[in-house]
């Protein structure tokens, strides 16, 4: 279904969100009712309460984030001074309150637990523009990430995302707020994917963190193997033969990585995995492991600016080594293994 635009989001489906939060609050004793009694006949502990109990916590943060956006567009002139540092770094701010939020219900309701390791102290603290490259599996890893940059690394992200990710209204109104680009497929009027990703990643400060996800989407077998075939048909048989060899992830598109490394040559690459969800492809498969019991690993790979290749091709195949050792470290840490 194509994205609405933008005047409809705002004035349709916003709204309409908080419309459906305040009864959905007002009518939470029958939604627990009906789950407590379909409970019994559901295999796993409380699935369906759990399963109403996050529907119903989502679309209230939904509601209460847009609310919050709506005082600071007030508070700015109306939209005015919007883009002024003092109120990009209140969005910011309000960004990490909310996810710490998500994440507190996340840990109590679905008993997750999330455990970064790697991480160097360049990461930790600021002193570079970092460029980002994360894997992309399992549902809620971009939510993970970025509440790790935001509230642990104290980073400001910009992030490459979806364009369909707009029909969640609090995340189309607080990212398109931000610096970052939601790319559509195909052309959008604004210039190739390449070169948005290079205009967003032009001019990090210090404590910028530019994110993007070089598989193109969430990993499945299917895509795997497209990718692969894609690789073929523009007769890039190598890298073919070295995706075929990658069990966990998807062959990079290095284009979105190439744009970004020569609009910020000053900035190190963090490679980011995590292993936990992997398994999770469909919502069958989320309903299967509520509650989850879950211990989520990210592990993070921090390389400084000198050691980035510097012509484009040795670009390419250091990209593809990177991601030929994500794979193999997931598949040793899948499942609680070693």
Not at 33 to 50: K, T
Not at 57 to 68: E, N, T
Not at 70 to 89: E, N, T, Y
Not at 222 to 247: F, Q
Request: net charge positive; glycine share 8%; charged share 20%.
């Amino acid at each position: 279904m194509p994205l609405p635009p933008r005047w409809i989001r705002r004035s349709l489906l916003a709204p309409g969100v908080v419309l459906l939060a305040v009864v959905v609050v007002t009518t939470v004793p029958v939604w627990a009712l009906l789950g407590l009694a379909l409970s019994p006949f559901v295999p796993g502990r409380l699935r369906p309460l759990r399963l109403l109990w996050i529907g119903c916590v989502y679309l209230v943060w939904d509601a209460a984030a847009l609310l919050a956006l709506f005082v600071l567009w007030v508070a700015s002139g109306f939209g005015w001074r919007r883009r002024a540092p003092a109120f990009q770094r209140a969005h910011y701010l309000l960004a990490g309150w909310f996810l710490r939020v998500l994440f507190w219900q996340a840990r109590w309701t679905l008993r997750l637990s999330i455990d970064v390791v790697g991480t160097d102290p360049d990461t930790a603290l600021p002193g570079r523009p970092e460029l980002v490259l994360c894997r992309h599996a399992g549902p809620g890893d971009s939510f993970i990430l970025i509440h790790a940059l935001v509230n642990w690394f104290k980073r400001e992200p910009r992030i490459v995302l979806k364009d369909s990710l707009q029909w969640d209204p609090a995340i189309d109104v607080l990212l398109n707020r931000l610096p970052n680009r939601f790319l559509a497929p195909g052309p959008d009027g604004r210039g190739s994917v390449t070169e948005q990703i290079g205009h967003l990643a032009t001019g990090l400060d210090d404590d910028d963190a530019f994110v993007i996800f070089p598989e193109g989407g969430n990993f499945t077998p299917g895509r795997r193997l497209r990718a692969i075939a894609r690789l073929r048909a523009r007769g890039l048989e190598r890298m073919a033969l070295r995706a075929e060899r990658m069990r966990h992830v998807l062959a990079p598109q290095p284009g979105g990585l190439l744009a970004a490394l020569e609009a910020a040559p000053d900035a190190g690459v963090i490679f980011v995995a995590h292993t936990g969800l992997d398994r999770m492809l469909t919502v069958a498969d989320v309903w299967r492991e509520l509650p989850m019991d879950k211990r989520i690993v990210m592990r993070f790979w921090s390389v400084p600016p000198e050691e980035v290749p510097a012509g484009r091709q040795e670009r390419i195949d250091w990209l593809f080594d990177w991601w030929t050792r994500i794979d193999t470290w997931i598949a040793a840490n899948r499942d609680g293994a070693a």
